[in-house]
T-cell receptor, first 115, second 114 residues
Framework: AQKITQTQPGMFVQEKEAVTLDCTYD???????LFWYKQPSSGEMIFLIY??????QNATEGRYSLNFQKARKSANLVISASQLGDSAMYFC????????????FGSGTKLNVKP | KAGVTQTPRYLIKTRGQQVTLSCSPI?????VSWYQQTPGQGLQFLFE???????NKGNFPGRFSGRQFSNSRSEMNVSTLELGDSALYLC?????????????FGQGTRLTVV
């Protein structure tokens, strides 16, 4: 089974609007960490936000917030007030507590912000 | 503060050759991991090094190997290149190990095997 599933290969959003990128995960570990990364066309993966499995509050970092629903095993990224520079690939990733040396990545969502 | 540096940025090799990719982590970071990114398979974990020791290895053939030096710089080597090895190879560094540790990625080395 896939550890991380991103079901939206591509999405469009109007500049200044909010957008939600979906991510579901599968793990039997009680301890795990969920991450979102942005990959522009340059190739570098840029860290956006982190949510720990024991964190009770949803993580927020500026315009990024993570909608964490533990029972549903989902960790959706919400980008508020989209900007043209947000156009990129977005990857959801997980580290498991029992195997923390590696990330499991989803297949990514290509976000296009329209002016 | 300098980021993760990968060299070279682009490589073209012929089938059967071998290649070495280099990664210099952020100063003070002791963990270095490598990922292969292809359109078909996405991002796949290759291996992770911490304090010069390989701590974890992904499901790749023995043609893929790596090492880490005392200054935390890392190299990965692919021998007997195949067309399917064409990919973006990403290196990531972390200050420490742990499930809540973010990783900082380099811009990658784009390898093309012809």
């Amino acid at each position: 089974a896939q550890k991380i599933t991103q079901t939206q290969p591509g999405m469009f959003v109007q500049e200044k609007e909010a957008v939600t990128l979906d991510c579901t995960y599968d793990t039997s570990d009680q301890s795990y960490g969920l991450f979102w990364y942005k990959q522009p066309s340059s190739g570098e993966m840029i860290f956006l936000i982190y949510q720990g499995s024991y964190d009770e509050q949803n993580a927020t970092e500026g315009r990024y917030s993570l909608n964490f629903q533990k029972a549903r095993k989902s960790a959706n990224l919400v980008i508020s007030a989209s900007q043209l520079g947000d156009s990129a690939m977005y990857f959801c990733a997980m580290r498991e507590g029992n195997n923390f040396n590696k990330f499991y990545f989803g297949s990514g969502t290509k976000l296009n912000v329209k002016p | 503060k300098a980021g993760v540096t990968q060299t070279p940025r682009y490589l073209i090799k012929t089938r059967g050759q071998q290649v070495t990719l280099s990664c210099s982590p952020i100063s003070g970071h002791r963990s270095v991991s490598w990922y292969q990114q292809t359109p078909g398979q996405g991002l796949q974990f290759l291996f992770e090094y911490f304090s010069e020791t390989q701590r974890n290895k992904g499901n790749f053939p023995g043609r893929f190997s790596g090492r880490q030096f005392s200054n935390s710089r890392s190299e990965m080597n692919v021998s007997t290149l195949e067309l399917g090895d064409s990919a973006l190879y990403l290196c990531a560094s972390s200050r420490r190990q742990g499930m809540n540790t973010e990783a900082f990625f380099g811009q990658g080395t784009r390898l093309t095997v012809v």
